[in-house]
């Protein structure tokens, strides 16, 4: 790929052109490589992964890694968080010119309507049940808060292994505090690779998907109505979202990246990042999954490790260690959770 203009090179920084790749892969390698090297691939300036050495401007040296990561995700977290925001402001339109007219029941007289409100909990729990039935390949679920009750877990079992032997495959979305639960191990064990799970510092609030034709969001604060949505747009756009967090999860075998900074776990780097957004701890206990209590001891363990007297103090020593940047890989999670109890759901673990 030798002699690319600008315009042929139609591509972010997540994926490169096999050209880029190599020349960028010999910099960071090699520490600089010859400006000459880059007349092939204009894209690497063009996005700041090469830049000319300052002290001889015949050789273009790299960008680190790690910052075009942070760079990246940070792309990424506000893409996605912009994208939440506009569903957020479609349903609460939907639900505005809704309660102008009868009610969505009675003005459709139809059960395959594009959406409906499911008010109540054993309404829902009749869609989840009619949805788990005529599942046949895949259920996607979003699974906010923390560790996940033992209780819940039971009770929803015989749904889950119920999709298990029908061979429906199942992937789940759990915030990082969830690995703690001894409860949803022991469930994962038991679905062997019927389920796949992984982890996030962050999620959106619950969302079931079931063979991307149904899906099901909060809609209340107080969890007592639920949105049954099957416009297909609408449910392209939401298995769209969870395939983008997905890809930004990492899996729950898997162990959370080093923060690279000691004494200073993953958890106290996404507590950091929030902090230096100006978030109060109970807003960042809430999106963590995490009591206020145990976020309020992170905090005074960052204190401690940073040399922080104050919290004024504190924000000034995240920045000054980089800890103030894009941490986690998903969306806010500040909406209500959805109006499904866990009790018999298959998948609301």
Not at 19 to 48: N, Q
Not at 114 to 127: E, F
Not at 263 to 281: F, K
Request: glycine share 10%; proline share 6%; hydrophobic share 40%.
């Amino acid at each position: 790929m030798s002699g690319h203009g600008a315009e042929e090179h139609p591509h972010g920084a997540d994926r490169l052109c096999e050209a880029g790749d190599r020349v960028y892969s010999r910099a960071v390698r090699r520490g600089r490589v010859p400006r000459r090297d880059a007349d092939a691939v204009p894209c690497l300036l063009e996005l700041a992964l090469l830049h000319p050495d300052p002290d001889d401007m015949d050789w273009l040296v790299p960008t680190s890694p790690q910052e075009v990561m942070t760079r990246l995700l940070r792309g990424i977290y506000d893409e996605v968080s912009a994208s939440q925001g506009r569903m957020g402001s479609a349903v609460a339109a939907f639900e505005w010119y809704a309660g102008l007219g009868p009610p969505l029941s009675q003005a459709s007289g139809a059960e395959g309507t594009a959406i409906r409100v499911l008010d109540g909990d054993s309404r829902i729990q009749g869609a989840l049940d009619e949805a788990t039935q005529a599942c046949t390949r895949e259920v996607l679920t979003v699974q906010p808060g923390g560790i996940r009750p033992e209780h819940e877990l039971t009770e929803g079992l015989h749904r889950a292994m119920a999709l298990r032997r029908r061979g429906v495959r199942m992937r789940d979305l759990y915030t990082h505090v969830a690995r703690h639960g001894q409860g949803l191990l022991n469930y994962l064990e038991l679905m062997g690779d019927s389920v796949e799970a992984r982890t996030l510092d962050e999620v959106i609030d619950r969302l079931i998907v079931f063979d991307r034709t149904v899906a099901f969001i909060p809609a209340n604060a107080d969890r007592t109505i639920a949105l049954e949505l099957r416009h297909p747009g609408l449910v392209h756009y939401l298995v769209t979202v969870f395939e983008r967090f997905w890809r930004l999860a990492i899996p729950l075998t898997a162990p959370l990246p080093d923060t690279g900074i000691e004494g200073i776990s993953h958890r106290e780097q996404s507590i950091a990042a929030l902090l230096a957004e100006g978030h109060q701890d109970a807003v960042i206990a809430e999106r963590l999954g995490i009591s206020v209590r145990t976020c309020r001891a992170h905090i005074a363990k960052l204190s401690e490790t940073l040399g922080a007297a104050s919290r004024t103090q504190l924000g000034v020593r995240i920045a000054q260690v980089g800890l103030d940047g894009p941490s986690r890989t998903a969306g806010v999670s500040s909406s209500p959770s959805l109006s499904v109890p866990d009790q018999g759901s298959p998948t609301a673990r």
